[in-house]
């Protein structure tokens, strides 16, 4: 497998973790803020979207063509693409992931790795290559698929990367909290030395 076809594919293992991680829950539970910055489930894949949108799109001359982001608009509300307003539909925002998915892999497709681009918010360092902004946007998505992650075991429990491989021991509610009590107890105990 070449760079591109990897990173590609890496980048959708990112897509599909974070998607996964909405399957099942509520519209309440997909949009409730669950740690002090208010980092939601929809919210990062809402915020994920618009920042994929504009590395694989308007980065590389193909601005995403479906619809403007009103989450950017100068009188939007504060963090607006990292949350859900009770009028915005969980669907509306999956589907448009995975339109933004579609335009972002045909501009994968149709240039070469070393391809230029630019990232006019980068600065003076905004000159960048497909490269770049691939191994960008894959790391950025894995890391909002590991902030959705946490949130997901905070709402009900359910952890790991896929569901047919989460990555993580099959173990029972016991055997999670016992393991939960020895870290705790390693914790304490280090504290004290």
């Keep these: ?14 897509r599909d973790a974070l998607l996964w991680k909405l399957e099942g829950l509520s519209p309440y539970d997909a949009r409730r803020p669950l740690v002090p910055s208010g980092t939601n489930l929809l919210g990062l894949v809402k915020h994920t979207a618009s920042v994929e949108a504009g590395y694989l799109g308007a ?4 601005p995403f063509p479906d619809e403007p982001f009103p989450w950017f608009a ?6 607006a693409d990292m949350w859900a307003t009770e009028d915005e539909r969980q669907a509306d925002i999956t589907n448009l992931y995975r339109r933004v998915w579609e335009h972002s892999d045909a501009t994968i497709d149709a240039f070469d790795l070393d391809a230029r681009g630019r990232v006019p918010w980068w600065g003076e360092h905004g000159d960048v290559t497909l490269h770049t902004i691939l191994v960008h946007v894959a ?26 491989s989460t990555n993580v ?14 870290v705790e107890a390693a914790a304490r105990a280090a504290s004290e030395r």
């Design 1 to 14: 497998m070449d760079t591109k076809h990897m990173l590609k594919r890496y980048l959708q293992v990112g």
């Design 59 to 62: 980065v590389f001359g193909r």
């Design 74 to 79: 100068e009188d939007a509300a504060p963090n």
């Design 139 to 164: 790391t950025e998505t894995h890391r909002h698929a590991g902030h959705a992650d946490i949130v997901r075991e905070l709402i009900d429990g359910a952890v790991g990367m896929r569901p047919e």
């Design 169 to 182: 021991p099959d173990l029972d509610r016991q055997a999670w909290a016992d393991h939960h009590a020895r």
